[in-house]
């Protein structure tokens, strides 16, 4: 195991309130990734870091916003949660060919 | 626009035969590929890669071949196991020396049921 938790684990929420999404690494690793996996689409990737406090945007990052004030933590918010942010989250740490996810968030939005 | 693209959404094998899941991309620029394994309630894993300065790869039962002119890979399993049903999904980065983000794309991924 890579030393990757996510929190919560599961989530329902509804549509309008903010939510936040934990990502915890162990591992000290610089890169930090935030994708969400739905039926059709596989894995998107919403917003990455590549240090504490450095952050941009992925392929799907509207509606989402992230944070890293230290190192092991990636917290990713959405703002107003809609319903067509019902997913699952995974959390991913590494370089393109050596990539750890974590064991994912499933978030409803009702 | 999917740059990396699994044509079929699932695949069925019976037990010790070979499983042959296929991906392929549009992206000249990708230079490095990778297949990760996913179970249900689970993160996706890494199960092998092959860089674009190879056409073969292999792990144990795991072959990927690569195709560079067709843009073409695929996955063999041989032989295949019940244990091997899960979602496959292909991936791909152009940034194979791990210089700026490591961004990787996804393929929708295929649906391997191996039964006995």
């Known amino acids: 195991d890579a030393g990757i938790t996510q929190s919560p684990r599961h989530k329902v929420t509804e549509t309008g309130t903010p939510v936040t999404l934990r990502c915890h690494q162990t591992e000290n690793h610089r890169y930090m990734y935030w994708y969400r996996q739905d039926p059709g689409h596989g894995l998107r990737l919403i917003h990455y870091s590549y240090g504490v406090k450095d952050t941009d945007k992925g392929e799907v990052s509207d509606g989402y916003s992230v944070s890293r004030s230290k190192t092991e933590d990636f917290l990713l918010t959405l703002e107003s949660a809609t319903s067509s942010q019902t997913s699952v989250y995974f959390c991913?740490?590494?370089?393109?060919?050596?990539?750890?996810f974590g064991p994912g968030t499933r978030l409803t939005v009702t | 626009d999917q740059q990396v693209k699994q044509n079929s959404p699932s695949l069925s094998v019976q037990e010790g035969r070979i499983s042959i899941l296929n991906c392929d991309y549009t992206n000249s620029m990708f230079d490095y590929f990778l297949w990760y394994k996913k179970y249900p309630a689970e993160g996706p894993t890494f199960l092998i890669s092959i860089s674009s300065i190879k056409d073969k790869n292999e792990d144990g039962r795991f072959t990927v071949f690569l195709n560079k002119s067709a843009k073409h890979l695929s996955l063999h399993i041989v032989p295949s196991q019940p244990g091997d049903s899960a979602v496959y999904f292909c991936a791909a980065s152009a940034d194979s020396r791990g210089s700026t983000l490591g961004r990787l794309y996804f393929g929708r991924g295929t649906q391997l049921t191996v039964w006995p």
């Open positions: 991913a740490i590494g370089l393109a060919y050596e990539q750890y």
